[in-house]
T-cell receptor
Framework: SQQGEEDPQALSIQEGENATMNCSYK?????LQWYRQNSGRGLVHLILIRSNEREKHSGRLRVTLDTSKKSSSLLITASRAADTASYFC????????????FGKGTTLSVSS | EPEVTQTPSHQVTQMGQEVILRCVPISNHLYFYWYRQILGQKVEFLVSFYNNEISEKSEIFDDQFSVERPDGSNFTLKIRSTKLEDSAMYFCATILAAYQETQYFGPGTRLLVL
């Protein structure tokens, strides 16, 4: 089954604007994580939200989780050109320590 | 901050050749993973490794693939006879223990099979 499908696939905004990316999944999860990938580079962990949490903040990042709708959103406030990257959600469907299942990602482009 | 490292960063090989991709996990981390990302596609799980044995593997991880920890520090992924479709970015990831949920990824090895 597919997990962690993000939308939109691509998002272009101006510096200073907020960027919102959404992720949907199909099965029960233990937690949901967001990662960032700069073009051709590795994955950088941004934030983790557990299934019993509804909202979490980290700097300019705000993540929400709605387990009833099996969806999550990542909000980046006051975006910067350096935020240009692909953003992926990943779910840990069974238990801690097992494989992450990634979505296809949202490509964010922030222009100055 | 400790990091996962991977070597080589890029590798070009001929179809049918064997390749070994190497990962140095964060010290004291006990769980290791390999993922791959074909260009323009999602990151896909290959295999997880704990206590010197495979914990979990995906359908992608067929007999052409193998993993080992040859010297207690490096964690390797071997592809015995590469195919064109093995061209991808290969990522290693590690976590400290099962209760640690955040997986720390290396920078990846870009493999090109010609």
């Amino acid at each position: 089954s597919q997990q962690g499908e993000e939308d939109p696939q691509a998002l272009s905004i101006q510096e200073g604007e907020n960027a919102t990316m959404n992720c949907s999944y199909k099965t029960s999860i233990n937690n949901l994580q967001w990662y960032r990938q700069n073009s051709g580079r590795g994955l950088v962990h941004l934030i983790l939200i557990r299934s019993n949490e509804r909202e979490k903040h980290s700097g300019r990042l705000r993540v929400t989780l709605d387990t009833s709708k099996k969806s999550s959103s990542l909000l980046i406030t006051a975006s910067r050109a350096a935020d240009t990257a692909s953003y992926f959600c990943a779910t840990d469907a069974r238990q801690a320590g097992t494989a992450l299942i990634f979505g296809k990602g949202t490509t964010l482009s922030v222009s100055s | 901050e400790p990091e996962v490292t991977q070597t080589p960063s890029h590798q070009v090989t001929q179809m049918g050749q064997e390749v070994i991709l190497r990962c140095v996990p964060i010290s004291n981390h006990l769980y290791f993973y390999w993922y791959r990302q074909i260009l323009g596609q999602k990151v896909e799980f290959l295999v997880s490794f704990y206590n010197n044995e495979i914990s979990e593997k995906s359908e992608i991880f067929d007999d052409q693939f193998s993993v080992e920890r040859p010297d207690g520090s490096n964690f390797t992924l071997k592809i015995r006879s590469t195919k064109l479709e093995d061209s991808a970015m290969y990522f290693c990831a590690t976590i400290l223990a099962a209760y640690q949920e955040t997986q720390y990824f290396g920078p990846g090895t870009r493999l090109l099979v010609l």
